[in-house]
C-alpha cells in the first residue's frame, strides 16, 4: 500500500513524453517473439503488465533484453524464437495481474506442442476467461480454467496440445483480447479465421499483424467489422520501430489541463489509433479545446501518432453512445472525473463490461465520486446498464479508495487536483500496472 496525498493544484503546463502504449507494447513484444530474427522495440513501457509478458516468453524461452527504467519507455530487444521455436517451460507461467498477457497467451499456447499452465495474480484470478476459452475450444484447442460455482472459468488456465483449426466467430462480447487471442491461434491453423464485431474494438493486433507481414485482411470500421486471417504465413520482424506514447495514460494529464483554470498541455508521440482515441471526440463534443498534429514515418502507416494539445475549457454534458464505448474503455473513469464537473448530465450507455476490469470500475467509480459530492447514478435495465453523471460547480476533497485498480487511482488523483481541499488515496502502487512514476510525472506538468 503506498498512500497519496493530493493538494488542489493552481496551475498545469508543459509538454510531456509518455511511454508507449501498453496494448501495442504487448503486441510487439508477443510477435517479435514469434517471427525468427531479431527486433529492437523502442519505447516500451517498464511497467507490471509488460514486466509480465516478458518474463513469460523468457519462461519460453525467448532472448530478451529488457533494461530497467521505472515509469520510462525503453528499448527492448526481442532474438525471435520462431514460430515453432518455444519452449516448454521449466516452471509455472504467471500473467500477474495483466488481463492482456493472460487472455493473448492463451490463444498463443494452445497451438504450441507442449502443455502448460498460465495462473494469475489475485485481482486477475477473479476476472472471467470463458470469453476467451469457448471460442478456442471451438477452434480445437484443449484449453480449461478453473470452473466455479457461477458456471464462469477463471485463471489459472491449463492447456494441452491440440490440433487448431479455422473457425468463423462472431463476438458475443466486445473485447480485443479475446479477439487477438483467437487471431494468434489463427495463425497455426491450416485454414482462414474470421472474426465479426458487431461493435469494433482496437485494431493493434491487426495492424501489428500486417507490420509483420501476416495475411490479414480486415473490412469496415466503428460499427460492424470482420477480420480474416490465413494462417500459416508466420510472422517476419520488421527490424526495428518504436511504440507511440499511451493515450490511455496521456488522457490524465489531457483531462487535468482542460479542467484547471488556465491549464494547458501538450502530450507528445502519442497513438492516435482511431479505434482507441475516442476520449478525445467525447471531450470535444463537451466543449473541450483540444487539437492534434499528426507525425508521419514508417511506422505511423500501421499506427498513426502524434501531439495532442489541450487547453483549459468549459465542459457540458454529453450523451456517450454505446458503439463508442469500445473506443475509449479504458478512459471511463476519467470521462466521469470530466463529467462530474460539466454543466448539466453526461449519459454514459452500455458499459457493463467496465464491471469485468481491474476492479468493477462502476462501483470503484461512483464511490469515490459521491464522496466527493458528485452525482451518479447507475441504471441497469434488462442486463443494460448506463451512467448518469450530473455535474457539480465543484468536488470536494477527501478520504478515496483505489480499489487496487490503477485507471481508478489515477482518475482520482485528477479529481483531487481540481477539488476543494486536500485528499487523500489510499494507495496508488497500482499506478505502476501501467505508469510507474505517475505523481512524479503529474507534479512535473502541475503547480499547487
Ligand atoms: C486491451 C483490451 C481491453 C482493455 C484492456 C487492454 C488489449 O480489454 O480494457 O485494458 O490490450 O487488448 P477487453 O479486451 O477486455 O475489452
Do not use: W
Not at 480485443?176 to 495463425?187: I, M
Not at 487539437?291 to 454529453?318: M, N, Q
Request: proline letters at 6%; aromatic letters at 6%; a positive charge.
Amino acid at each position: 500500500m503506498r498512500p497519496c496525498l493530493v493538494q488542489p493544484v493552481s496551475g498545469m503546463g508543459g509538454r510531456i513524453t509518455l511511454p508507449g502504449d501498453k496494448s501495442i507494447a504487448h503486441r510487439a513484444v508477443i510477435l517479435s517473439a514469434l517471427s525468427s530474427g531479431k527486433t529492437t522495440i523502442d519505447n516500451i513501457p517498464f511497467n507490471n503488465d509488460l514486466s509480465a509478458t516478458v518474463t513469460v516468453f523468457r519462461s519460453l524461452g525467448v532472448d530478451i533484453e529488457y533494461p530497467s527504467g521505472k515509469g520510462k519507455g525503453v528499448s527492448v530487444t526481442v532474438k525471435g524464437a520462431g514460430p515453432r521455436g518455444l519452449q516448454k517451460p521449466v516452471r509455472r507461467l504467471s500473467a500477474g495481474e495483466s488481463g492482456t498477457t493472460m487472455r493473448l497467451l492463451a490463444g498463443l499456447l494452445c497451438a504450441q506442442d507442449f502443455a502448460s499452465r498460465l495462473s494469475a495474480g489475485r485481482q486477475l484470478s477473479g476476472r472471467p476467461m470463458s470469453r476467451v476459452t469457448i471460442p478456442l475450444r471451438l477452434m480445437g484447442a484443449v484449453i480449461s480454467g478453473k470452473k466455479k460455482p457461477d458456471g464462469e472459468e477463471y485463471p489459472p488456465l491449463s492447456v494441452r496440445p491440440g490440433y487448431l483449426h479455422g473457425i468463423t466467430y462472431r463476438m458475443p462480447v466486445a473485447s480485443a483480447q479475446v479477439k487477438s487471442a483467437l487471431l494468434l491461434a489463427g495463425l497455426y491453423c491450416r485454414e482462414t479465421t474470421k472474426i465479426i464485431e458487431p461493435v469494433m474494438t482496437r485494431d493493434h493486433s491487426e495492424r501489428m499483424l500486417k507490420m509483420f507481414g501476416a495475411d490479414i485482411s480486415t473490412v469496415g470500421r466503428s460499427g460492424r467489422y470482420e477480420v480474416k486471417l490465413r494462417g500459416g504465413r508466420f510472422p517476419s520482424s520488421p527490424g526495428r520501430f518504436a511504440v507511440p506514447g499511451d493515450i490511455s495514460s496521456a488522457a490524465f494529464f489531457l483531462t487535468l489541463a482542460v479542467l484547471c483554470p488556465g491549464g494547458r498541455v501538450v502530450a507528445e508521440k502519442v497513438s492516435l489509433n482511431p479505434s482507441r482515441s475516442g476520449v478525445l471526440g467525447v471531450l470535444k463534443r463537451m466543449g473541450a479545446h483540444i487539437s492534434v498534429r499528426t507525425s508521419r514515418d514508417r511506422f505511423s502507416r500501421y499506427e498513426p501518432y502524434g501531439d495532442i494539445e489541450a487547453r483549459h475549457s468549459i465542459l457540458r454534458g454529453t450523451v456517450v453512445r454505446a458503439e463508442e464505448i469500445p473506443s475509449l474503455i479504458d478512459e471511463l473513469p476519467i470521462l466521469m472525473v470530466a463529467a462530474a464537473t460539466a454543466k448539466g448530465v453526461t449519459v454514459f450507455r452500455k458499459v457493463g463490461e467496465l464491471r469485468y476490469k481491474e476492479t468493477d470500475r462502476i462501483h470503484s467509480m461512483c464511490t469515490n465520486l459521491r464522496l466527493m459530492g458528485g452525482r451518479c447514478e447507475v441504471r441497469e435495465r434488462s442486463g443494460r446498464i448506463d451512467i448518469a453523471v450530473e455535474g457539480v460547480k465543484c468536488l470536494s476533497g477527501r478520504k478515496l479508495r483505489s480499489y487496487g485498480d490503477h485507471r481508478t487511482a489515477m482518475s482520482l488523483y485528477v479529481a483531487a487536483c481540481c477539488a476543494r481541499g486536500e485528499s487523500l488515496i489510499d494507495d496508488i502502487s497500482c499506478a505502476d500496472k501501467s505508469l510507474p512514476g505517475f505523481p512524479e510525472y503529474m507534479r512535473a506538468v502541475s503547480s499547487a
